[in-house]
């Protein structure tokens, strides 16, 4: 049979099941070398067109299993492709899978198999399922969905499928029957999960299943008093901590396991030089760690803000090295942390020097120390994640042809050009787009080499061969070089000699977009002298430096706040993955591993486990296919409607991802790779953190100039806006309230046009939520603490300049922390302010929301909220540490039925969630991990529907911690499911001091059997 892959014609199939409602299900096909490696790539990366013998299919990047197989003594390859099974979520939000079910089976059996006569649904009521076709159905269910189900089952289920048309046929064309003995049969399942649900249900209900004839589901009183998911934790932690610590055996399991001798003498070290003692739970993450790292390349320390993680890392190193030899050990820390982590290496490392690289000038000065075998000391180069990324700035090589009217390339000379698609199916049309005088605005994918084919002689065949050219398209930018091009700040490159016949292009339009009125206004600052051309200076980045000259001198790299180098095409990064590749061993350190989409972990654990995330199938271009299988997903598409039923889609499906992470990303790749631990892992004498939501009723002028201008956002935002202009409505519903004078008008960014117009009132009138904070402050300024305050709208509001005139009026010592102070020198510039006795700090979170100790500073107070979790998880607890003795209170002020309302108590949901994924459970934790919105879409759903969510105190009051200062025991039994958290850890349960009896004494034996199978929690009849 003919077979094609969009441009890859002549290849031929033996075997095709195709159907236009799946498409090409399986397929053998034969074809040369060379096409085969060319089908592979465009299959796994792009939305293909099958033309199978004249019908056209289309198929989805990784759509397929694909096998392949070198045909002996020729020049073809023999390639078998089966479409995978999936769960998707459909246009109407309703969760389906479809699964496809293989069979060779001999013709004399043929008959025992449903749909052997292209009729499936025939005599289906009295038909006898052959075995294995109901063991691949239950596999199939049993593997891809969540539902409990059990294999005696099977033949019912498998009957209502065939009979409610979940099941049917694959039809195959043979070009050939091979064997006269054998044939090929094939089924799909494709059925929504609910109405799986729906026949599993309605089977017990009906008893035309059982759970277990025999068995009587009455509950004792100790299963009726149990209310939720909390209860149930509480009730049976111990059981099931048991099991977990059974299934799962943990790299050191502490008061059973012996700290090495390394680890001995790295505490009498720390204790000697800094005359402190590590904690029990500090010491045994050392040693999990460590031994994780004796048979992997990295680990990670996940850690709340004050445990101490830089001791912990430093620990790490030195215990895992067993004294073998002297080494060599970069650190990468944000700017504001070198500092603390050379005086962390200088106080807690033995034979350590430590150096801070700045620039690759300071990097070379160290080298000779660093490959002198002789060296006795160990070398540690400590980098700012700013200075690492630093390097040459790149502008175009490309050269225009005035006779071809177009780009060039600079070494085969042929015209560049990009492919561009048009039209469905088998209208689908690929037409050919050159690059013109924008095409090099800005460095990506497509113009980064020279897509062309050239001929290259080859010596070992002794002919010519056909070759892509790839020729680099952008070059190091020098002085000399910028005398032909000139950078139009973000928008990019344009070489000088076009600049006019780009600007008269876009004077010519009669519609420009955004972004071309921004280049616009860019080339005509440029052209009058007011843009200033932008010279960059000659550097190599360090990071890249060290990739690729020092790779087999660095022994180990800590990245330190890792959570921060998430980014895919991020220079911080780039430059987190060179030194990955470039230590033998990575650890990684982080407070806050998650941020709450699956994305976010992708290029981490790529950079650190390489070897695993290709194991697992993934390229390093795949973070969509790992948010598919570990995240949350939202796929929009159109469909016409004729008469209230649904026809053909048109138009493009809009993918989005959504917050949301499967807990199989913690069981797959954290578990045996991760040490979890908090500060109340370590401490029996942390002091009380609280976090106190503070409601304020708004002034009655202000309730009613928001209530107007709510209702004119809510009306916008009904109207359909894109993004941009949503988030601008947004924001300023959100400074509104903080704000209610010289507010800027909401402009849409392509009509110029003003959509939203704020109402104006009297900004010299003391507002309720300023006099709270005032009143606050004062009470704690007489209680003789220090009050840090957040606020997050700095360049739309006028709070850095107000709240502090309003509190220095009160003769209330104020001073505000701006990004203008650098990051290296914030902690000094505090200790200044301190010096001088402040009272309040105000500042952004985002200044101060890693590494920073602000112990002075018992009191926080967020006047604003941003929406970036990360940023809330790590600035909320700045002064709660160790060596904190006092009480810590952080309040949230909001104005009431305000959309400051909503946020917080969304965020304060999605902490929960957050805190979920890490091990730290709790109902509404759980429950919020299936709401897989993302806050902003929240808010803005919210306004617009007029739903006004209320903040939920008892939400705060689970996030709070009780003061410990009073000695506790070590391992505490059934006073709450904590005890479960510390599974998650390295293990800080002891097996030995589990109280078995204590919970088998209040359940029956039928109880414990419910436990073992949680199936049986079904009730028949």
């Not at 929504?192 to 025999?214: A, F, Q, R, T, V």
């Not at 962390?344 to 120390?369: C, T």
């Not at 499906?653 to 959504?658: Q, S």
């Not at 004078?741 to 009138?765: A, C």
């Amino acid at each position: 049979m003919y077979f094609e892959i969009d441009d890859i014609k002549d290849m031929h199939a033996n075997i095709v099941s195709a159907s236009y409602n799946s498409g090409v299900c399986y397929a053998s096909i034969f074809g040369y070398i060379q096409q085969t490696k060319n089908m592979l790539k465009l299959l796994k990366k792009k939305k293909c067109t099958f033309n199978v013998h004249g019908r056209y299919f289309t198929s989805y990047p990784d759509d397929y299993n694909i096998y392949t197989t070198k045909v002996p003594d020729s020049d073809f390859n023999h390639t078998i492709i089966f479409k995978k099974d999936k769960v998707y979520v459909d246009s109407s939000g309703v969760e389906n899978y479809n699964g496809y079910i293989y069979r060779e089976i001999s013709k004399e059996n043929l008959s025992l198999y449903p749909g052997y006569d292209n009729d499936a649904y025939r005599d289906i009521d009295s038909f006898v399922f052959p075995e294995d076709l109901l063991n691949s159905i239950f596999n199939k269910i049993y593997n891809n969905s969540s539902l409990p189900i059990l294999k005696e089952w099977t033949e019912y289920i498998t009957y209502q499928l065939f009979k409610k048309r979940y099941i049917s046929t694959l039809n195959f064309e043979m070009e050939q029957e091979n064997n006269d003995d054998y044939t090929l049969i094939g089924y799909v399942i494709n059925v929504p999960i609910p109405s799986l649900i729906e026949i599993i249900s309605s089977g017990l209900k009906n008893h035309d299943i059982y759970i277990d004839k025999n068995l009587s589901l009455t509950p004792s009183d100790s299963m009726k008093a149990i209310e939720g998911l909390d209860g149930y934790l509480n009730t049976f932690s111990d059981v099931l901590a048991e099991k977990v610590q059974n299934s799962f055996i943990p790299r050191f399991i502490p008061n059973q396991n012996n700290y090495s001798q390394e680890l001995l003498d790295f505490i009498d070290y720390v204790s000697y030089k800094r005359k402190i003692k590590l904690y029990p739970a500090q010491k045994d993450v050392i040693q999990a760690v460590s031994n994780c790292l004796d048979d992997k390349n990295a680990a990670f320390i996940i850690g709340s803000c004050g445990t101490g993680k830089t001791v912990m890392g430093t620990g790490v190193v030195m215990v895992n090295n067993k004294n073998k030899k002297k080494m060599t050990n970069i650190i990468m820390c944000p700017a504001h942390l070198v500092n603390k982590w050379k005086k962390e290496i200088e106080l807690s490392a033995p034979l350590s020097e430590a150096y801070i690289i700045s620039n690759l000038k300071d990097l070379l000065a160290i080298v000779p120390k660093i490959k002198q075998k002789k060296y006795k000391k160990n070398i540690w180069l400590i980098l700012s994640k700013e200075s690492a990324k630093f390097g040459y700035e790149e502008r175009p090589s490309a050269i225009w042809s005035y006779a071809k009217k177009g780009y060039i390339c600079p070494e085969c000379g042929k015209p560049l050009f990009n492919y561009k698609y048009e039209g469905r199916g088998r209208n689908r049309v690929r037409k050919i787009e050159f690059f013109n005088e924008s095409s090099f605005l800005k460095h990506t994918f497509e113009n980064n080499v020279c897509m062309n084919k050239i001929k290259k002689f080859n010596n070992i065949k002794g002919a010519y061969e056909e070759v892509e050219c790839n020729a680099k398209l952008w070059e190091p930018c020098i002085k000399d070089s910028l005398f032909d091009w000139v950078k139009l700040g973000k928008q990019g490159w344009v070489e000088k000699k076009l600049i006019n016949q780009l600007k008269n292009k876009l004077d010519n339009k009669n519609m420009l977009s955004r972004n071309e009125r921004e280049l616009l206004k860019a080339i005509n600052d440029t052209l009058d002298n007011e843009y200033p051309i932008q010279k960059a200076p000659k550097k190599y980045p360090i990071a890249k430096y060290i990739r690729k000259y020092l790779k087999n001198y660095i022994d180990y790299f800590i990245a330190d706040e890792m959570h921060q180098l998430k980014g895919a095409d991020s220079a911080q990064g780039e430059a987190f993955g060179d030194l990955a590749f470039a230590a033998n061993k990575v650890i990684g350190l982080t407070g806050t591993l998650l941020n709450g989409y699956a994305s976010g972990l992708f290029y981490i654990l790529y950079r650190t486990f390489p070897k695993l995330m290709k194991k697992e199938d993934f390229l390093y271009t795949d973070d969509d296919k790992f948010t598919t299988e570990y995240g949350v997903i939202k796929k929009t598409s159109k469909y016409k409607w004729e008469n209230g039923i649904q026809k053909d889609k048109f138009g493009v499906t809009k993918v989005k991802a959504l917050p949301g992470v499967s807990p199989l990303v913690f069981t797959k790749f954290l578990l045996e790779n991760a040490a979890f631990i908090s500060q109340e892992d370590i401490s029996s004498g942390l002091p009380a953190y609280t976090e106190i939501p503070v409601p304020i009723e708004m002034d009655d002028d202000l309730r009613s100039a928001y209530n107007l201008l709510e209702t004119e956002v809510q009306g916008n935002i009904k109207g359909g806006f894109n993004l941009k202009i949503m988030g601008q409505l947004i924001q300023t519903l959100s400074i509104y309230p903080d704000m209610p004078y010289n507010v800027s008008n909401v402009i849409h960014p392509d009509t110029g046009e003003v959509i939203v117009e704020p109402p104006s009132l009297d900004g010299s009138v003391l507002r309720n939520k300023e006099a709270r904070l005032l009143e606050l402050v004062k009470r704690k300024k007489e209680a003789g603490e220090k009050v840090l305050v957040y606020y997050h709208w700095t360049n739309k509001t006028d709070l850095d300049t107000k709240l502090p005139a309003l509190l220095e009026s009160e003769g209330i010592k104020t001073a505000v922390l701006k990004s203008s102070v650098k990051a290296e020198i914030r902690e000094e510039w505090i200790k200044k302010q301190l010096n001088e006795n402040i009272d309040v700090l105000i500042c952004n979170p985002t200044l101060i929301e890693t590494g920073l100790d602000l112990l002075d500073f018992t009191t926080i107070i967020y006047y604003q909220m941003g929406y970036n979790l990360y940023t809330m998880r790590q600035a909320s607890r700045r002064s709660w540490r160790l060596s904190q003795t006092k009480d810590v209170e952080v309040y949230f002020l909001y104005y009431k039925k305000t959309i400051q309302e909503q946020a917080l108590s969304l965020m304060a949901t999605k902490l929960q969630a957050s805190m979920a994924i890490e091990g730290k459970f709790s109902e509404e934790g759980l429950n919020a991990l299936s709401n897989n919105e993302d806050i902003f879409s929240q808010i803005a759903s919210s306004v617009a529907e007029g739903i006004k969510d209320t903040v939920d105190i008892n939400v705060f009051k689970k996030i709070s911690v009780n003061s410990t200062i009073e000695p506790k025991k070590e391992y505490q039994k059934n006073t709450s499911y904590n005890n479960m958290n510390k599974i998650s850890y390295s293990c800080f349960i002891d097996p030995k001091k589990i109280n078995k009896k204590k919970i088998i004494n209040k359940i029956d034996g039928l109880e414990l059997k419910i436990l073992n199978n949680p199936i049986l929690l079904f009730k028949a009849g």
